[in-house]
């Protein structure tokens, strides 16, 4: 027995040795986080049409901006749709006579009603138009407050995090195929790396697990890779949708701001770990637009690697958690999910061919 498990966990080791190399050697763009540029110069891309959850702050706020003045139409998908439009107007003032008037606009969007994002979706598919770029960034880390939970019965980082994001990417799906090549884009976080999902307890209630806000925040993100990772394996090469997760790295956002006073006198003596948010933008606006990308995640998929494409905060492919590499874990996650925010096991599939897919949640209810 003893040899038999020696030879196992040999085979774990040359896996993941294989996968390491496979992620170091595939990023073939030159960019280290210490000699990117900052703002990051970007491709042509005033052909493409972008959604950007969470726009009117941190780093959401920087990839709607950097975005616009580089071309692309830019939806900012928000909760406060006054304090967007106010951005914008003075995003414009300032980009007056640098070039054509920025191509962006508002729509109302809440993470916390599973409702909202099947009615953002329905509104935004009704236009029959194109999506080439969606950016699942908008989240939240409730540093150090005790368990909350949204009007759906969820854990609120469970929510805004995982669920909500992975509805919208589903119920978008018809809008991706028309903008194909097209990508989903998920902001995750390091964080993800100490997480742990219990698929039947996700929103931590059973009393197994004692809630912190560290638990909540970072079993979300292992539960967003490990959900983008079946999304990956289950969209056809001919759908055209790629599905990518991003670190930021550690950034000054208003997370920061939330933390314990010596904790933030901290950040400010560790300036070279810590980005701005014009930083932190740099790695979801090399996914959203790097032409080298949707290859990459071809690639993965042709080679049955168990996870999604995951670029670090220096835009460079970079392996996930071990545990995201748990496949039984994975795929019952993504059921669980599908139940959770009232999909069929079908739906993706169904999409991907046309068909209308019935959720719990919506205008209808």
Request: charged share 25%.
């Amino acid at each position: 027995m003893a040899s038999q498990s020696s030879s196992s966990e040999k085979g774990k080791e040359e896996e993941r040795g294989k996968g390491k190399g496979k992620w170091e050697t595939c990023g073939r763009s030159e960019r280290e986080a210490s000699h990117l540029q900052n703002p990051m110069p970007l491709p042509p891309i005033n052909d493409l049409t972008c959604i950007v959850t969470g726009s009117t702050s941190g780093i959401g706020k920087e990839i709607a901006r950097q975005l616009a003045e580089s071309g692309a139409h830019v939806i900012m998908a928000v909760r406060n749709p006054k304090a967007a439009t106010d951005l914008i107007k003075k995003w414009q003032e300032e980009w007056s006579g640098k070039g054509l008037p920025l191509n962006i606009e508002v729509m109302e969007l809440d993470l916390l009603s599973l409702d909202s994002v099947v009615r953002f979706a329905e509104a935004w598919n009704a236009r029959l138009g194109p999506l080439h770029v969606l950016i699942n960034n908008a989240g939240i880390f409730s540093i150090g407050e005790p368990q909350k939970f949204s009007k759906d019965g969820n854990e609120e980082h469970m929510q805004v995090n995982h669920l909500a994001p992975a509805l919208l990417s589903i119920l978008l799906l018809p809008s991706l195929v028309r903008g194909s090549p097209s990508r989903i884009i998920n902001l995750n976080s390091v964080m993800h790396y100490v997480g742990f999902v219990d698929t039947e307890d996700m929103n931590v209630v059973s009393g197994k697990r004692k809630y912190t806000s560290l638990v909540g925040y970072s079993s979300s993100k292992l539960a967003q890779v490990m959900f983008s990772s079946v999304l990956h394996k289950r969209l056809p090469a001919e759908a055209g949708v790629s599905v990518v997760c991003v670190s930021p790295g550690i950034v000054q956002t208003n997370v920061a701001r939330d933390l314990p006073k010596i904790i933030q006198a901290a950040y400010r003596f560790i300036p070279y770990f810590i980005f701005s948010a014009e930083e932190g933008s740099r790695s979801t606006l090399f996914a959203a637009t790097d032409p080298q990308v949707p290859e990459y995640c071809e690639m993965l998929k042709a080679d049955e690697w168990p996870v999604c494409a995951f670029i670090s905060q220096d835009c460079r492919p970079t392996n996930p958690s071990e545990e995201s590499h748990n496949v039984e874990t994975t795929y019952k996650v993504w059921e669980k999910t599908l139940e959770m925010v009232g999909l069929p096991s079908d739906a993706v599939e169904r999409l991907i061919e046309g068909e209308e897919v019935k959720c719990k949640y919506g205008a209808s209810q």
